[in-house]
């Protein structure tokens, strides 16, 4: 099993440009997560999904949005980037009310 | 409001010393207590976890203490070593999840 896999690891944008990130899991958990990592904040939740159709608002979701129309897979997108978007971008997947499995992580920079 | 505050910020330990990380929740409806150990890097992932229906869990040198009428659990790293330097975050569980700012170790040989 791969686990949990983000694409693409390393992402440079111009203010403005738009882009998808893409998470797949192949567990076939129900739950999955996408967060953000700045210095001295810890993780905060974007959106998330209980389920295949599903998503939820979390505790930053402004100026993102997602999508899951595949169980295995959880997408953000980014409309319009803006710097205050440069962050450290997280997803994690889980079954139920247990751990999370976390992916490698997609660094991005928006000039 | 800040659901879930963990302390310290950052600890420096010498090696072979007691690391302890607490975590002070609100949320009376989080019933799953994990530990999260992350290296620069890479993403989080779950080093020891705790249910409410017991105090303490170990495994190996690391401790969950759980104190349900405080609503506060801790990390206890024995006999800390340069590898355990990374950063730890609480992430108490229910039907939502919050997590901890994070505190950075620094095992010191």
């Known amino acids: 099993n791969a686990g949990v896999t983000q694409t693409p690891k390393f992402r440079v944008l111009k203010t403005g440009q738009s882009m998808t990130l893409l998470c797949a899991q192949d567990?076939?958990?129900?739950?999955m997560y996408w967060y953000r990592q700045d210095p001295g904040m810890g993780l905060r939740l974007i959106h998330y999904?209980?389920?295949?159709?599903?998503?939820a608002k979390g505790e930053v979701p402004d100026g993102y949005n997602v999508s899951r129309l595949k169980k295995q897979n959880f997408l953000l997108g980014l409309e319009s980037a803006a710097p205050s978007q440069t962050s450290v971008y997280f997803c994690?997947?889980?079954?139920?009310?247990?751990?999370?499995?976390f992916g490698p992580g997609t660094r991005l920079t928006v000039t | 409001q800040q659901q879930v505050k963990q302390s310290p910020q950052s600890l420096i330990v010498q090696k072979g010393g007691i690391s302890i990380i607490n975590c002070a929740y609100e949320?009376?409806?989080?019933?799953?207590f994990p530990w999260y150990q992350q290296f620069p890097g890479k993403g989080p992932a779950l080093l020891i976890a705790?249910?409410?229906?017991?105090s303490e869990k170990k495994e190996g040198r690391f401790t969950i203490s759980f104190n349900k009428s405080a609503k506060q659990f801790s990390l206890h790293i024995m006999d800390s070593q340069p590898g355990d330097s990374a950063t730890y975050f609480c992430?108490?569980?229910?039907?939502?999840?919050?997590f901890g700012k994070g505190t950075m170790l620094l095992v010191s040989p």
């Open positions: 949320n009376t409806a989080f019933d799953y």
């Open positions: 567990m076939n958990h129900e739950y």
């Open positions: 992430a108490p569980t229910g039907s939502t999840l919050t």
């Open positions: 705790i249910r409410p229906d017991v």
């Open positions: 994690a997947s889980r079954p139920g009310l247990a751990e999370q499995y």
């Open positions: 999904s209980v389920g295949e159709g599903t998503t």
